[in-house]
């Protein structure tokens, strides 16, 4: 599925996340391994839901602006500078800009990813 890149239309805008994960359970029982939706693309501010299938892994990489990834459903591991976190449900995580980190889960899970690009 296509991203949904929401710009900020107005002063607020509001998000249903859990039809947001229903949407993304729809597209992993597809036999996706993973899926993002971009909930918001406004400026140097991203918002991102990612959702992994049993087993999912993002590989190492590094984002040139902070971040952070708040667990809203299942358990990620997180390996950031060298370390492992094990985060699950209601976990948050910052993390600034240019921290080495991967993310995978062994049950599958659910995290929002804010990003600040840094331009």
């Given at each position: 599925m296509?991203?949904?890149h929401r710009k900020?239309?107005?002063?607020?805008?509001?998000?249903d996340l859990e039809s947001?994960?229903?949407?993304?359970?729809?597209e992993?029982?597809?036999?996706?391994?993973?899926?993002?939706?971009?909930?918001?693309k406004e400026g140097p501010l991203r918002l991102t839901l990612v959702g992994m299938r049993a087993g999912g892994a993002l590989r190492e990489?590094?984002?040139?602006?902070?971040?952070?990834?708040?667990?809203?459903?299942?358990?990620?591991?997180?390996?950031?500078?060298g370390v492992e976190h094990t985060m699950k449900t209601g976990a948050i995580v910052?993390?600034?800009?240019g921290v080495r980190h991967d993310v995978s889960t062994s049950t599958g899970a659910m995290f929002l990813l804010t990003l600040v690009m840094v331009e």
């Open positions: 296509t991203p949904v900020l239309a107005s002063a607020v805008l509001t998000f947001e994960m229903g949407t993304i359970r729809s992993l029982a597809d036999r996706h391994s993973r899926v993002a939706r971009t909930l918001i990489h590094a984002a040139e602006g902070p971040i952070t990834i708040h667990v809203v459903e299942g358990t990620i591991v997180l390996q950031a500078a910052a993390l600034e800009g």
